[in-house]
């Protein structure tokens, strides 16, 4: 079980103050992990437990949607923790229930924004400080969604689909970019999660349950052991894969 430890390394976690990034950091710190974390708003409660692992932890107020943001968040880790990235973990992301025919040209601006470049570029600044600091255990993790996979039988979606999309397809030519410097990148797409983007639609989350083959939503607990098991050695031979947790929403 060596090879799940992650004492030693630190990871950045975007969208990491709540929700499923939240539940990521947690993971990551159990870990062994110290923790950087990004978000435009302030963490709530569960971040303060991350210091109870014996790890150090960071909160950085980062716009991943803007690279000015990103580049002064991936700068300040860089002087807190000199020398050191081992793990990128790009969660941030946000969702509208809107048609199709009426999503504006302002909605997809706004999650392509997130969702799309801001992973995007996540990725690539994580990398390169990855570079700069001589790693040679390097792993990035995309968050990528079910909604790359299939439509969301439940909601307005498919400008959300699309940007997810996006994330899924481009961690392939990722990830072979970045084998040569021994930086593997894979992607996690989370099914139906408890969380407060899927809060504003409880009458969803009850029809959700009766498309999983697990009979339940997941809470964001339920979708970390994938994350540490890609950020760890355990998945030294993972790179350019997506991987599902869904409780079986997808096969069904």
Known sequence: MSKFSLKGRLAVVTGGARGCGLAFAQGLAEAGADIAVFDVIDPVDGFALLAGFGIAAKYYKVDVSSLASLDAGFAAVEADFPGRLDIVVACAGVNKDVGFLDTTEADYARLFAVNSQGVYFTAQRGAQAMLRSGTCVGSIVLVASIASHMAIRSQRSSAYCGTKGAVRAMVAPMAAE???????????????????????????????????????????????????????????????ADFRVDGGVTMW
């Open 178 to 240: 970045l084998a040569p410097h021994g930086i593997r990148v894979n992607s996690i797409s989370p099914g139906y999660v408890r969380t407060e983007m899927t809060a504003p639609f409880p009458h969803l989350l009850d029809s959700w349950k009766d498309e999983i083959l697990n009979g339940r939503v997941a809470e964001p607990d339920d979708i970390k052991g994938a994350c540490v098991f890609l950020a760890s050695d355990a998945s030294s031979y993972c790179t350019g």
